[in-house]
C-alpha cells in the first residue's frame, strides 16, 4: 500500500495570508489526525476527522481549521498566517480512532 | 487529562552500552501506549505499541500502570539507534485523541 502523502512539502508565506495543506491517507484508513511540530512545542496535536467529521480537537485557536471527504482525504487550512505557524505539519492516517496512526513526511510552513 | 511525560530531552550514550528511555504518563483508564522513532531526514514511525508485546531492533518497553509509566529499554544499543523517541498515548474511548510526550533524542557515540 502507498504511505501517507502530503502536498505541498514545502510552503513559504507571508503574514496574513492563509494557506491550504493537503493529505491522503492510506487507502483504507477512515482517521486522519494533524499534528503541528515545532523544536519549541514538540508534537501537538491540531485535530482528528473520522468519515469526514471531527472528532477531536486541540488547543489550537479558530485560524487553524481542517475538512474531510468522503475519500478520506483532508485539507488543513491556516488563515491569517502569523510568524509562530512557522512548523511542520504531519498528517497521520490510521484504520480507526486510537489506533496505530501511520504519519507523512509533513510540510513544512514557512511564515516570513 | 491525558497527558505524556518524557524527562530526559537527550540522552547519550555509548555504543554497546544498554540504554533506557522513560516514559510517564497519565490517564484514568487503560490507554493504548507507543513508542514512535524519527531517525534523520525520515518520517516518523512506529517502533512498538506495548499490547502487541513485539521487540523490534532489539527494544522492548514494560507497561507498569503501578507506576504509570512505559519506559523503552534495549541491553545494547547500536550507533544507528540515533534518532528522537517519542512515548505516545491514545485514549481508546470516543473522542480521545493521541497525545505524545515532549521526546527524548537519543544519541549513541562509538
Known amino acids: 500500500k502507498a504511505g501517507v502523502t502530503q502536498t505541498p512539502r514545502y510552503l513559504i508565506k507571508t503574514r496574513g495570508q492563509q494557506v491550504t495543506l493537503s493529505c491522503s491517507p492510506i487507502?483504507?484508513?477512515?482517521?486522519v489526525s494533524w499534528y503541528q511540530q515545532t523544536p519549541g512545542q514538540g508534537l501537538q496535536f491540531l485535530f482528528e476527522?473520522?468519515?469526514?467529521?471531527?472528532?477531536n480537537k486541540g488547543n489550537f485557536p479558530g485560524r487553524f481549521s481542517g475538512r474531510q471527504f468522503s475519500n478520506s482525504r483532508s485539507e488543513m487550512n491556516v488563515s491569517t498566517l502569523e510568524l509562530g505557524d512557522s512548523a511542520l505539519y504531519l498528517c497521520?492516517?490510521?484504520?480507526?480512532?486510537?489506533?496505530?496512526?501511520?504519519f507523512g513526511p509533513g510540510t513544512r510552513l514557512t511564515v516570513l | 487529562a491525558q497527558r505524556v511525560t518524557q524527562p530526559e530531552k537527550l540522552l547519550s550514550v555509548f555504543k554497546g552500552a544498554p540504554v533506557e528511555l522513560k516514559c510517564n504518563y497519565s490517564?484514568?483508564?487503560?490507554?493504548?501506549l507507543f513508542w514512535y522513532v524519527q531517525y534523520s531526514r525520515q518520517r516518523l514511525q512506529l517502533l512498538l505499541r506495548?499490547?502487541s508485546r513485539e521487540s523490534i531492533k532489539g527494544f522492548t518497553a514494560d507497561l507498569n500502570k503501578g507506576e504509570t509509566s512505559f519506559h523503552l529499554k534495549k541491553p545494547f544499543a547500536q550507533e544507528e539507534d540515533s534518532a528522537m523517541y517519542y512515548c505516545?498515548?491514545?485514549?481508546?474511548?470516543?473522542?480521545?485523541?493521541?497525545?505524545f510526550g515532549p521526546g527524548t533524542r537519543l544519541s549513541v557515540l562509538p
Open positions: 497521520a492516517s490510521s484504520p480507526k480512532t486510537g489506533y496505530e496512526q501511520f
Open positions: 487507502s483504507g484508513h477512515r482517521s
Open positions: 476527522y473520522f468519515s469526514e467529521t471531527q472528532r
Open positions: 490517564y484514568s483508564g487503560s490507554p493504548e
Open positions: 506495548h499490547i
Open positions: 505516545a498515548l491514545s485514549g481508546v474511548n470516543y473522542g480521545q485523541n493521541f497525545v
